[in-house]
Structure formats: structure tokens, C-alpha cells
């Protein structure tokens, strides 16, 4: 279960390289990134790279950054001299992203380790409109939600699996649950590619500007990704 929760973290955090957009070079203090933010770090266990949960507990700016030394089964990860680590955390709907690396760690019973201070932030913008993974039942006119779904998800648009395929430009809406118990009724939307096989097509569609009805899906989006941010602890 544990295993099955950070598989799903790990595709929410690798975003594609064509929703990043490096920031501007400044102090990491500029940034504002407060102390307490939890931090999702790529590392190296048994020849496996896994994604774990920190903390951020403080930092001196241009120099370290203090974090809480995550554990995997109970016990402490064991780093090893100046390894250098990828660093993802989701603030104000965005994901950035930096590379380090250890300077110390301290055991027990403090458990912190000190990174260097990153020259280097990506952010992955939620508003950009990464595809999640998702399998949601909808319902259409003249469509069957036994066999239509909603196969991903993001704030713009996305990807249906249907018993036919309409045309390109095809306006139509759609009606779903979201797995948070929010309902999406009659969002328009409009076909902009399909592939079509013997037993299904499987239709990319466009959102068609309906604020309130974009909302309520980027806000389980993102409830998703914090969700997800608990995978991490033994």
C-alpha cells in the first residue's frame, strides 16, 4: 500500500519539462518559501530511487538549508558525503523543484540534515495544466458511463475513453463526480485529437472557459498532491 501511494506521488512530482520554466536568479529568501514546508526529495535506497518527505526547519540564505532527516521503515536514510539530491516542494499551486546537496547531517536526537543552498529553482506550474492519472466514470449525451472515462485530468482539459469518436472541433458536455464528492454537471468541452481503435477512441478535449466548473477541478488537483504528501512516512 505504501509502495502503490509513492508510485502515485512520484507521477505527480515528475511534471513535464514543457510546464517548467526556471525563475529568475535571486536569493533563496526571496522566494519566501516559510519554515515548515514539507519537502519531497529523490534519493537513493538500495540501488532504487524513492521519494521521501521532509521538512523545512530553517536555513542561513545563500549557504544552508536545515531539514528534518526523513526515515524510511523507522530508521534514519543514511546519505552519503556531498550526495547530491533533487528536491521538489507544491506552493501556491506550483511545484518547484531544485538540485543539492548534503553538507552534514546530525543524528539523533536532533535527526537534521544540512543541504547546500540552492542557486537553481524550477517551478512546475498546476496552472500549466499537468495530465494526472485518473478513472472517473462520465456521463454525456448519447454516451454509456459503464464504458466512458476519464482516463486523465488537468485544469484545461482531458483525456476521454469512448465507444466513438466525435469530430475535431465537436463541441459537447460532460457530467462527473470528482473522487472528493464534488460534482462537475454540463462542462462544455471541445474535441481537439483522437485516436481510434477497434474497441475504443480515446478523445483529448479541450475545456471550453467555465471558471467555476476549472476551480473546483484545479482545487482537486491540488488536494491530490498534498494527499499525497503523506506517502512518504513509514
Not at 529568475?24 to 534519493?43: A, K, L, M, N, Y
Not at 523545512?56 to 539530491?85: A, E, S
Not at 500549466?128 to 485544469?155: C, H, Y
Request: neutral net charge.
Amino acid at each position: 500500500m505504501q509502495s502503490d501511494k509513492t508510485d502515485k506521488l512520484g507521477r505527480l512530482l515528475d511534471i513535464s519539462s514543457r510546464s517548467t520554466r526556471v525563475l529568475p536568479q535571486s536569493s533563496f529568501q526571496d522566494h519566501s518559501v516559510p519554515v515548515g514546508t514539507e519537502f519531497f526529495i529523490d534519493v537513493k535506497v538500495a540501488g532504487k530511487v524513492v521519494k521521501v518527505k521532509t521538512q523545512l526547519i530553517g536555513y542561513l540564505d545563500g549557504q544552508y538549508l536545515i531539514v528534518t532527516t526523513p526515515k524510511i521503515n523507522g530508521q534514519n536514510i543514511r546519505y552519503g558525503d556531498h550526495q547530491t539530491l533533487v528536491v521538489r516542494y507544491l506552493m501556491h499551486g506550483s511545484i518547484y523543484g531544485f538540485q543539492t546537496s548534503v553538507l552534514r547531517v546530525l543524528g539523533p536526537p536532533f535527526s537534521l540534515t544540512f543541504l547546500k543552498c540552492p542557486d537553481r529553482i524550477e517551478e512546475f506550474s498546476l496552472r500549466r495544466a499537468p495530465r494526472i492519472q485518473v478513472m472517473i466514470p462520465f456521463e454525456r449525451e448519447g454516451g454509456d458511463p459503464e464504458k466512458e472515462w476519464i482516463t486523465n485530468l488537468s485544469e484545461g482539459g482531458a483525456l476521454l475513453q469512448m465507444g466513438s469518436a466525435p469530430d475535431l472541433g465537436d463541441e459537447f458536455t460532460i457530467s462527473f463526480n470528482l473522487p472528493n464528492g464534488q460534482q462537475v454537471k454540463d462542462l462544455l468541452v471541445t474535441t481537439k485529437r483522437a485516436e481510434i481503435s477497434t474497441e475504443r477512441a480515446m478523445v483529448g478535449v479541450a475545456f471550453v472557459s467555465q471558471p467555476e466548473k476549472k476551480q473546483v477541478i484545479l482545487d482537486y488537483l491540488q488536494m491530490l498532491v498534498n494527499s499525497m504528501g503523506d506517502s512518504s512516512q513509514p
